[in-house]
């Protein structure tokens, strides 16, 4: 009897345990299916948050494609091909469409990357969007892979919000058409269903997560039924979204013993359905897991109660064991529902718990997990070091372990891939009862964030120190935040002294490199006073080198948060840029002083600039004058310039061509014109750059080296003609001369004359002649300008007189001093007077004598008609006359001229344009010079000759001419002396060698002609200097050529005296007195 109530009281708890079981297990099995549904249903928002980003996307997509292509299609005019399927390929590739369109208005596709055509249901949905400028997501359809597909079109003319795309212009509306399928963003499921017919009916159904997402459906029951045929057995978790009905909410019994859990929702307007399939053994598997361990804690707490069932009424103890479930049922309910993954294992390091956040993350079921090892989850490389240091903490008495936190971990998945992880672990119970908590954080994408930053930042700091600038970024505070290496270098800062971060010592120390400190000091103070301030300057060193600074403010949005200053050593660039100006400057300059004409032309013909030779030659009064010139007009002959052109245009780039140009004022010139192509970069023609060369000056000059050469040739041509003239003149003037000593009658002595004047008229023709080719005249003496004139004047006065005529001589004053070949100037006055006295035949000449400080003036002026307009410029044309033939050679103004010009002076010919006053007037001028000091040497005159010869004097006349041979010897006799005469100068030498060497008398005298054949004159004179230098004092030459090279060559190296023929009796006596005075001295 004492047992029963024992046993009773066993079976009553056996009961009751097994009643509490049941009721517990109904209560759980519940509460597991109504935790799936809120879970599932609480996952509906970020599901439908997820299907609607994706599509946002694609509307996006749409959108900015349409801005993309719109510069491809101009208003009105054709694609730009080049330009459009670049950026449809682009998009195909790089966004993952399946295909890319560009339709038009018209449904032409004008772009397209893809290989097939749109489908009917996506010209529908463009059409649509060209109807009302929407944004447009067609209808579903099956693709040629038999996947439905999804397309979604944005029309050119849409605007604004979310479906907003770019309007090309009203012309030319578009629609861009983006095929897609949620294969690539959304991990794709896609199944289809037809109905009937053939009739596309279909569904969407992606998988994102644990939902799956169903777009389409024609009906309820379609929808229904084919909820019902999906074989959801790798989804645990679903997510269906139908756009016409839903299945009904509630438990959905499927024949394949699982359950279907649903619940409807409304979501913007868009009925959702929560969908959860599990098995019943899944269900009850969990059930009997979580009911075992109740059980347990059941069995220790009916323990408990049972030990204390004497303190413990039954209401208390029945109240605490209902806290103690709900208390359990919450932490499970709290720890299953947690964001985060948990894992609970025990000593042996077996997983115990594994809850929904845990599965997600590690890819594995629950019902997978529990009773695996934890190192299942830690990867192969790492589970010896992190379960030594997990066991190493069990032992110890620290509460919790941290990880992750300072180096990263890592954990593995089911299919094998490491990710980064952090947390911290917990221990609960005692003894041998110990349960230990891992609460788990993915950081993946916080790793990857992280690096992504550092490797941001890697590349700022690379940018920072590889930039050309010196860099410095300070905060509001002035304080440095920031520099690279560059702006140490640039300033000579330590780095020590930039990472105090004391702006101000850094000032303080660039102040002491800076000309102007204060200057640079108030511009740092104004910058910092006004954070939002841009600055610029350049800063001059102390030395030498120029620092650029921009400083500008530095915002993160819209707010400023410091300031970023920028150095740049700008030195060389400043050093660069004034060599350049020098050498822009000394470009222009050589263009500006070139003599040469320069210029740039438009590809048109246009002037576009010219120098100022260019606008002197062509006579334009200024530049801008030239500027308005069509080149072609400068032309003078047609078609000079398109000969140019054509040359350029057959690839010349440089062609150079002669020309006429034609002057502003009419005129023309002519020109050589050298035209270079100018391009650019890429070869491209920019303009013509021409040199012009006025070839005016040249063809003058080349015409006075042709009249040069003909006069060389004149001039040998008269060389030789006056020796030949020369002799007989000589003979004649000779022989008259002798006569006109021995003549007895008035008749002969008349006759003599005339025939001695006609001659003297032919030697004065030889003698312009051969003035006007020798073009030299003998040396020149210092001599009063007066006695000069005088001298000229008085002996043409005499032949005036006996013309009939008369010249005046008027004197100004004193008239200087010129430095002249006398004889040369006489000629000149003698030319000027006899023309004007043949001019006004019968009239006065006058001749006016004046002086300036610095020149003599000679004015011949006669009172005939004076001189035409049209000969003016003429008379000192050599061979020019207007005097009847047989009057004149037309070589006296020329040779007169050649004379003045070399003794430095000028002849003009001019009009007299007074009233009462006319002929001609020719002005003679001379440069006047200083006069010789005066010198009384005291040498007193040499004594007669004849006195101091003791016996008859002998001469040696050598001459090829026999007429001139016997003129000199009857004059040489009638003077008393004894005459050799010699035919050439080898027998004349040795006859001089027998006077040396004794063998015969020796002469005193040896007078000889130049040219001569056989031995020349030249070459005796070389003989006797050569054998009997003593004797050259008594040697005279004479000559008709003093032109020829030879004869001139002679001249100049020899000291003996030369007559040139044809020469007077008086001046043969005073060379003959000079030489014997010379012989008897020395």
């Not at 969007?129 to 003319?157: E, I, K, N, Q």
């Not at 997990?369 to 997990?390: M, Q, S």
């Amino acid at each position: 009897m004492r047992r029963w109530p024992t046993a009773a009281l066993a079976a009553a708890g056996a009961l009751a345990l097994g009643g509490a079981g049941v009721w517990r297990a109904s209560v759980v099995r519940a509460g597991l299916y109504e935790r799936v549904e809120r879970r599932l249903e609480g996952n509906a928002a970020s599901t439908e948050a997820a299907v609607e980003r994706w599509i946002e996307e694609r509307r996006y997509d749409a959108a900015t494609v349409a801005g993309e292509v719109a510069p491809a299609l101009p208003r009105g005019g054709r694609p730009n091909l080049a330009l459009l399927d670049p950026i449809v390929h682009r998009v195909r590739d790089g966004h993952g469409y399946v295909d890319v369109w560009v339709i038009d208005s018209a449904g032409h596709l004008i772009g397209s990357a893809g290989a097939g055509a749109p489908h009917p249901a996506e010209y529908r949905a463009a059409r649509a969007s060209l109807a009302d400028g929407r944004a447009h997501l067609c209808d579903p359809f099956r693709g040629d892979d038999g996947r439905l597909t999804l397309c979604y079109v944005a029309s050119a003319d849409a605007a604004g919000g979310a479906s907003a795309g770019i309007t090309v212009g009203a012309a030319s509306p578009f629609v861009v058409v983006l095929r897609s399928t949620p294969y690539g963003s959304l991990v794709p499921l896609l199944k289809s269903s037809a109905a009937g017919g053939g009739t596309e009916r279909g569904r969407l159904v992606a998988r994102v997560g644990d939902s799956l997402v169903v777009i389409g459906g024609s009906d309820r029951p379609h929808a229904r039924a084919a909820l019902e045929q999906e074989p959801w057995a790798t989804a645990p978790a679903v997510f269906v979204r139908a756009v016409s009905g839903q299945v009904a909410h509630g438990l959905v019994p499927r024949p394949d013993g699982r359950v279907v859990i649903a619940g409807a929702r409304h979501v913007a307007g868009t009925e959702w359905a929560v969908v959860r399939q599990v098995d019943r053994s899944e269900i009850d598997s969990v059930l009997a897991s979580q009911l075992r361990g109740e059980a347990l804690l059941l069995a220790a707490v009916l323990l408990a109660v049972g030990c204390g069932a004497a303190l413990v009424s039954r209401a208390e103890r029945t109240r605490r064991l209902r806290e103690v479930a709900a208390s359990e049922a919450r932490l499970v309910d709290t720890l299953r529902s947690s964001l985060d993954p948990v894992i609970a294992v025990d000593d042996a390091l077996q997983i115990t718990f594994f809850n929904g956040a845990a599965e997600r993350t590690y890819g594995c079921p629950a019902h997978e997990a529990i009773g695996k090892p934890l190192v299942t989850f830690i990867p192969p490389a790492l589970r010896e070091t992190h379960l030594a240091n997990l066991r190493a903490w069990m032992a110890s008495a620290t509460p919790s372990l941290d990880f992750g936190g300072r180096e990263t971990s890592f954990a593995m998945r089911a299919d094998g891939t490491w990710f980064p992880v952090e947390g911290v672990i917990t221990r609960a119970g005692a003894g041998d009862q110990r349960i230990y908590t891992f609460i788990v954080r993915d950081v993946t994408e916080r790793v990857r964030h992280q690096a992504e930053r550092e490797a941001t930042l890697s590349l700022l700091r690379a940018t920072l120190e590889s930039t050309a600038d010196g860099l410095l970024v300070v905060d509001l505070d002035e304080r440095v935040t920031a520099y690279n290496r560059k702006f140490l270098d640039i300033w000579g800062i330590s780095e020590e002294l930039v990472r105090g971060g004391d702006d101000e010592a850094m000032v303080a120390a660039a102040r002491r490199q800076i000309r102007e400190p204060k200057e640079f000091a108030d511009r740092v103070r104004a910058l910092y006073a006004d954070p939002s301030l841009e600055g610029y300057d350049v800063l001059d060193l102390v030395d030498g080198r120029k620092v650029e600074r921009v400083s500008r403010p530095q915002r993160v949005g819209d707010r400023v948060v410091g300031r970023v200053w920028s150095f740049r050593d700008v030195t060389a660039r400043e050093l660069a840029a004034n060599a350049l100006r020098r050498s822009e400057a000394s470009a222009r300059a050589f263009v500006e002083r070139s003599p040469y004409g320069i210029c740039r032309v438009t590809l048109d013909g246009r002037v576009m600039t010219a120098n100022p030779a260019l606008v002197d030659m062509l006579g334009h009064p200024s530049e801008e004058s030239l500027l308005r010139t069509d080149v072609g007009a400068l032309f003078a002959e047609p078609g000079a310039r398109a000969a140019l052109v054509r040359r350029h245009e057959a690839g010349e780039d440089s062609v150079c061509g002669e020309a006429i140009w034609r002057r502003l004022d009419g005129g023309t010139m002519p020109v050589r014109v050298t035209s270079q192509r100018v391009r650019d970069a890429r070869g491209a023609s920019l303009h013509f750059l021409c040199y012009v060369e006025n070839l005016a000056p040249l063809r003058t000059a080349e015409n006075a080296l042709r009249q040069a050469e003909k006069l060389a040739a004149v001039g040998q041509f008269v060389s030789g003609v006056a020796h030949e003239l020369n002799n007989p003149l000589a003979a004649v003037l000779l022989f008259s001369e002798g006569l006109l000593e021995e003549c007895a009658t008035d008749r002969e002595r008349e006759t003599l004359v005339l025939l001695q004047e006609q001659a003297s008229r032919a030697r004065a023709i030889v003698r312009d002649l051969l003035s006007f080719v020798r073009g030299s005249d003998g040396d020149p003496t210092t001599l009063p300008a007066a006695e000069v004139l005088a001298h000229a004047v008085r002996a043409l006065e005499r032949q005036a007189l006996s013309a009939g005529s008369r010249v005046d001589y008027v004197s100004a004053g004193d008239l200087g001093w010129v430095r002249v070949d006398r004889v040369a100037i006489e000629q000149v006055l003698t030319n000027l007077v006899v023309n004007a006295l043949q001019a006004a035949p019968g009239g006065t000449v006058r001749v006016v004598a004046s002086a300036t400080p610095t020149e003599l003036r000679v004015a011949v002026e006669d009172e005939g008609p004076g001189i035409p307009r049209d000969v003016l410029p003429r008379v000192f044309e050599p061979f020019f006359t207007t005097k009847p033939v047989g009057m004149g050679t037309g070589l006296g103004l020329s040779v007169s001229l050649g004379i003045a010009e070399r003794h430095g002076g000028t002849l003009r010919a001019e009009n007299r344009e007074a009233p009462h006053d006319r002929g001609a007037r020719l002005v003679l001028a001379l440069p006047l010079v200083d006069g010789p000091a005066v010198a009384h040497t005291g040498v007193a005159a040499p004594a007669a000759v004849e006195s101091a010869v003791a016996g008859p004097r002998r001469v040696l006349v050598v001459d090829d001419e026999e007429a001139i041979r016997r003129a000199l010897a009857r004059f040489f006799v009638r003077r008393g002396w004894e005459v050799d005469e010699a035919a050439d100068g080898g027998p004349a030498f040795d006859r001089l060698v027998d006077g040396a060497e004794g063998r015969a008398p020796s002469y005193d005298l040896v007078i000889s002609d130049l040219r001569m054949p056989g031995v020349s004159g030249a070459a005796l004179h070389d003989r006797v200097a050569e054998r009997y230098p003593d004797l050259l004092d008594r040697l005279i030459f004479a000559t008709g050529d003093l032109v020829s090279p030879e004869a001139a060559e002679f001249v100049e190296r020899t000291s003996c005296p030369v007559l040139e023929k044809p020469f007077r009796f008086a001046t043969l006596d005073g060379l003959v007195e000079r030489a014997t005075t010379r012989a008897i001295a020395s």
